[in-house]
């Protein structure tokens, strides 16, 4: 960020613009879209200017910092079709660097996974972007430094009693190991939380995972029609994910997440929400609607990381889907360019392949 700094009072601004265009190759003997009745468009275009200011002052033992993060969307550069909304517009006090208080609307980002976040019960990044600006939530925090951890408690008042949200989360770090334990309460649903991680030199070992009794996702009845989220079963299931980083040099890389999901469709289930498409393409999900996901990827980047190639891939072992992502980024003082394509193999996929390139600068 640029700044401007006045005895004990800094004013910190950044300005991202962000575009994209997209190709969408769709597949015609597509079980979930035929004849393309979700009305996918062969191009995408979508523009993103994020102006951001931070202020921060000190007064004695007190710290305190503004943040507000504006996004402007353009989604046709002819028609009148942008929207402005804040990703974050929060307010922090700071007392004797250990006690927090935070009211206003800030992302919360939860969880060590890469590719998934478990934890975050709040909102999931995208995992085919390789930089997610996620938006925030309106919160009240009250965080405290004790010793090596820190005790954070959130509340997220709603309008409505039953979509109130409270939460606590217990971090601790030694040496090279992070790690933490969190709860939800979300009306009458639970989720009980853990994540860990361990940062070597050369090779990371993360995993995350919850165990709750609510759900977002759809099954299948027997006779092909839908469990919605909201008649499920009140009963704890675990979401679990466990991954690792190797790097054997500086510039070439290893990664691999696996994902399990308690509440999503297993095999018998899988063969059902596939004869009755499209009727139940709610369920639909271009990179996995089993309870397995396995992602790998590959990178090789140069030694001043101006550049990097990754092979993505995500695979489904029950239902069969496989997404493969060849991803080149290439970054030069403050312009960056993502080109990516991401290919699919079979008819419950929307798509053949789709192609995008992002550009982004930064001021």
């Not at 008649?231 to 704890?236: G, L, P």
């Not at 059902?272 to 709610?282: A, G, I, Q, V």
């Not at 609607?289 to 190639?309: C, L, M, P, Q």
Request: net charge neutral; charged share 20%; glycine share 4%.
């Amino acid at each position: 960020m640029n700044v401007i700094s006045q005895e004990d009072s800094k004013l910190l601004y950044q300005v991202i613009l962000e575009t994209k265009l997209e190709y969408n190759n769709l597949d015609k003997n597509s079980d979930v879209n035929p004849n393309n009745i979700m009305n996918i468009n062969d191009f995408f275009f979508i523009s993103q200017f994020y102006p951001i200011i931070e202020f921060k002052n000190t007064y004695g033992k007190l710290d305190t910092k503004l943040q507000a993060e504006a996004v402007i969307k353009n989604y046709d550069l002819i028609k009148d079709s942008t929207d402005l909304s804040f990703q974050e517009l929060y307010t922090q006090f700071t007392l004797n660097g250990k006690h927090f208080f935070i009211i206003g609307k800030k992302r919360l980002d939860w969880g060590t996974g890469i590719i998934w976040n478990p934890t975050n019960f709040f909102i999931q990044k995208d995992p085919l972007r390789t930089q997610n600006r996620l938006e925030g939530l309106f919160m009240l925090n009250y965080s405290t430094l004790i010793n090596s951890s820190s005790l954070n408690f959130y509340f997220f008042p709603k309008e409505k009693k039953e979509d109130f949200k409270f939460a606590v989360k217990y971090d601790f770090s030694l040496n090279k190991i992070d790690a933490s334990l969190s709860f939800v309460e979300y009306g009458k649903h639970q989720q009980f939380g853990y994540d860990f991680s361990y940062g070597g030199s050369s090779f990371t070992l993360y995993s995350e995972g919850v165990i709750k009794n609510f759900t977002k996702s759809y099954r299948v009845f027997d006779d092909g029609s839908l469990i919605y989220p909201e008649i499920e079963k009140k009963s704890f299931k675990p979401e679990i994910i466990v991954g690792s980083t190797i790097l054997f040099n500086g510039n070439i890389s290893f990664t691999g997440e696996y994902r399990f999901r308690g509440d999503y469709l297993n095999k018998k289930e899988i063969d059902l929400y596939k004869r009755y498409l499209p009727s139940n393409m709610e369920v639909y999900d271009p990179i996995s609607v089993g309870k397995h996901t396995i992602f790998v990827n590959a990178e090789y980047k140069d030694t001043y990381n101006r550049w990097s190639a990754n092979l993505r891939s995500f695979y489904d072992p029950i239902s069969d889907q496989l997404v493969l992502s060849p991803l080149g980024t290439f970054s030069q003082n403050n312009f960056q360019i993502e080109v990516s394509t991401m290919f699919y193999n079979n008819s419950i996929s929307t798509h053949n392949f789709q192609s995008s390139i992002l550009l982004s600068c930064f001021f």
